[in-house]
């Protein structure tokens, strides 16, 4: 069974720094980020494809960086500069085919939510 667990939620400040991180079971194509605000809409963050390609969205580019190890099967987003807008619950996701982006139809297995909340 292919398995996602996300960690690296919690509450700053305007302007702060957090850092996700999420453990997978093995290596897939494609690796990213996504969270869901309270308009419950899942929305793609950032991507990261097998040959280290990345991918984000307009909303988060420059102040987001998403990395992976896979030696250390580990995929990491690290948030600067963060915006009350960037508060939602944010999801790491996997998949196996051979495309990457932040749409989240590339994306099979999902991980449990980490909640980020930003205060102004």
């Known amino acids: 069974e292919y398995q996602l667990v996300g960690s690296g939620g919690g509450s700053v400040q305007a302007g702060g720094s957090l850092r996700l991180s999420c453990e997978y079971t093995s290596s897939t194509y494609c690796m990213g980020w996504f969270r869901q605000g309270p308009d419950n809409e899942r929305d793609g963050v950032a991507a990261?494809?097998?040959?280290?390609?990345?991918y984000y969205a307009t909303s988060v580019a420059g102040r987001f960086t998403i990395s992976r190890d896979n030696a250390k099967n580990t995929l990491h987003l690290q948030m600067n500069s963060l915006k009350p807008s960037d508060a939602a619950e944010y999801y790491c996701?996997?998949?196996?085919?051979?495309?990457?982006?932040?749409?989240?139809?590339?994306?099979?297995?999902w991980g449990q939510g980490t909640q980020v909340a930003v205060s102004s």
């Open positions: 996701a996997a998949g196996r085919r051979r495309y990457c982006s932040t749409d989240e139809k590339w994306f099979e297995f």
């Open positions: 990261i494809s097998a040959g280290g390609s990345t």
